[in-house]
DNA sequence: CAGAATCCGGTCAGATACTG
DNA sequence: CAGTATCTGACCGGATTCTG
């Protein structure tokens, strides 16, 4: 086996996990759901849409759904009237941070190039 | 103004510069197609197709183009017969190693906790 | 308050075929 | 080799309305 070869097979490899964080993440509100939810530990239904910005009720609750499904947060209904949820972020849940940290950290500065321009 | 607002203030300020990361880094392919280009530093576009695995030239293409709009890439014709495209990283487009590096990082672990199930 | 239900347009992305 | 052209189904995600 050639050089080239093994070095193309091993950047292969690490794309399918990218892929695969990808995966998890995919969709515009993900990250910034978690990313809400490590700065605050738990919130509300209500507090995540103000947090979020522009997020609707309905894509709000159908990506919370799919982070419980991934073990990423908790869901608690509290016997309250009317009733209020609090969504906690899981320890796995807090395995993103350096993934949303890179990110913002891009974000900010990509921001400034663009700015600069 | 509470100290609660301040902090959520912080917080949706920070997923405004996620927001742009993401929307830079948008679609199923981007990611993988710079952080092979950080691997190589240069490569055709048959390599890539080869290196990422099941895209399709077509969306190879569209992405390809959107990068090197971002200024992540740049792309150059080589005249040879037939023609052959020479794709290259910009260091602007290596500053998306963090990003990537921690996606692959999650996307590994991730993996074992998959399989672990 | 925390959603569920319904409707709907847009675009994402795959399959396939073709070109210089 | 490095794409372009065309077609198409899927689904993403917004708007709106309604409920316990």
Redesign the pocket.
């Known amino acids: 086996m050639k050089d080239k070869d093994k070095t193309m097979e091993d950047c292969s490899k690490k794309i399918l996990a990218v892929r695969d964080a990808l995966e998890i993440f ?4 993900k990250i910034p759901i978690i990313g809400a939810l490590i700065h605050f530990e738990e919130a ?4 995540l ?1 103000n947090i979020i910005g ?12 799919e982070l419980e499904t991934n073990l990423l947060i908790t ?1 608690e ?1 509290i016997d309250t009237r ?6 906690k972020i899981t320890s796995y849940g807090k395995s993103c941070q350096d993934v949303i940290f890179s990110l913002y950290q891009w974000g900010a500065e990509h921001r400034k190039v663009i700015i600069g321009k």
Do not use: A, C, N
């Open positions: 995919s969709g515009k509100w509300r239904f209500k507090d849409q522009g997020i609707t009720s309905r894509m709000l609750s159908k990506e919370l759904k869901r209904v009317p009733v209020t949820v609090k969504y």
